[in-house]
């Protein structure tokens, strides 16, 4: 059962060809939207134009990562959402803005999701609930889904251990919250 309730809130996307429009999410206890000022400094980080670039927003919550990239002219933006209810809402939100040709909905935990996933990624958003820990297995299961220099946003109360072929890009801090972007090199075998 969901954990979050009918009521809605409202986040307005700061970038791109959507910019100024406003999408709804559920209100939940684990759901923070990430917040504009964060949002405009990682996307002065990306960049501020994805065009060509596949994306994967694998706890989008809110969606407000993922639709900022399909704004900014993404290729292809993959959202994995757990909770049908907030999934539900996610699907009318890319109806609204007419974003359904580049956004994807996939409604499964996200360690299924990459799993099963055979798809490769130029930038991931990592922003789980606070109370998520289980940052090895995401890590163990990550670096299939990820093509060559590929960047990773992680946004998380304290930074878990992260892998030596993840190299630190940027980092910042928002009130509780830490934020880097890390860049893939895959481990040299020797």
Not at 75 to 94: A, G, H, I
Request: aromatic share 10%; net charge positive; charged share 30%.
């Amino acid at each position: 059962m969901s954990k979050h309730s009918k009521h809605t809130n409202q986040v307005r996307i700061i970038g791109g060809n959507c910019r100024g429009r406003k999408i709804r999410f559920l209100s939940a206890e684990s759901l923070r939207p990430t917040a504009d000022m964060v949002r405009e400094r990682l996307f002065n980080w990306l960049g501020q134009d994805l065009t060509g670039l596949k994306v994967l927003d694998l706890f989008a919550g809110s969606g407000a990562l993922g639709f900022e990239a399909a704004s900014r002219n993404a290729k292809q933006v993959v959202m994995v959402e757990k909770y049908r209810d907030t999934s539900k809402l996610l699907q009318q939100n890319k109806r609204e803005l007419g974003l359904e040709d580049k956004i994807t909905i996939s409604v499964q935990d996200a360690l299924n999701y990459l799993k099963s996933s055979s798809e490769k990624f130029d930038v991931i958003f990592l922003d789980p609930p606070y109370a998520w820990e289980d940052w090895k297995t995401l890590f163990d299961q990550l670096e299939k889904c990820l093509s060559e220099n590929a960047m990773i946003y992680i946004e998380s109360a304290s930074m878990p251990k992260i892998p030596e072929w993840l190299h630190l890009f940027r980092e910042g801090k928002s009130g509780k919250s830490l934020f880097e972007v890390r860049i893939y090199k895959p481990k040299i075998e020797k």
